[in-house]
């Protein structure tokens, strides 16, 4: 299985400023029709997962332009600017190139 | 909308069996893929199972391989997780998820998921 890893595990980010959360697997998640495969999603407190991103930097239906996806191969990265409250929660990594699809441990966002 | 709605989760003892459903509306169930995903108490997501928009193919993690059936019912817009010889460590929120298209592997949509407790 394609191990997924995240980091960091958590942080605490100040409203307004940026953060940036960088996951990397074990193999490349470059498929041969150019396009890599892993997605980011979203699990807000007592929530069900969102899904964010797919195919690394294709910003899903709703979700605001300041969060961004980006990266190849093996690294990845989503960045969100101007943090807000309602950015809180667990965001995963997650390859879908090969099955079984693998999630990162997932990356604690909180507001200082 | 789309809206995914489990049922059926609750606390079964090691070694039986349990199914469980999620009811689909807001889409045209029939054109879509769908998965199961389960998250333990306090942890990540797994991915469990996958069945193509039709039925004709299906997809397990390994440690489930042999024991967990994903089925769907396309004329009721149903889809089902039948799970037997459960184990401990089968305890979990399972979510089902929608595909995002035919076979892509994201999982565009969630359900709120029910929790199945595997216990003595």
Known sequence: DIVMTQSPLSLAVTPGESASISCRSSQSL??????????????????????????????ASGVPDRFSGSGAGTDFTLKISRVEAEDVGVYYCMQTLQTPGTFGGGTKVEIK | ??????????????????????????????????????????????????????GSNQDYRDSVKGRFTISRDNSQDTLYLQMNSLRVEDTAVYFCARDRTGSSGSLSDWGQGTLVTVSS
């Open chain 1, 30 to 59: 470059l498929h041969s029709n150019g396009y890599n495969y892993l997605d980011w999603y979203l699990q807000k407190p007592g929530q069900s997962p969102q899904l964010l991103f797919y195919l690394a930097s294709n910003r």
């Open chain 2, 1 to 54: 909308q789309v809206q995914l709605v489990e049922s059926g989760g609750g606390v079964v003892q090691p070694g039986r069996s349990l199914r469980i459903s999620c009811a689909a509306s807001g889409f045209p169930f029939s054109g879509y893929a769908m998965h199961w995903v389960r998250q333990a108490p306090g942890k990540g997501l797994e991915w469990v199972a996958f069945i193509s928009f039709d």
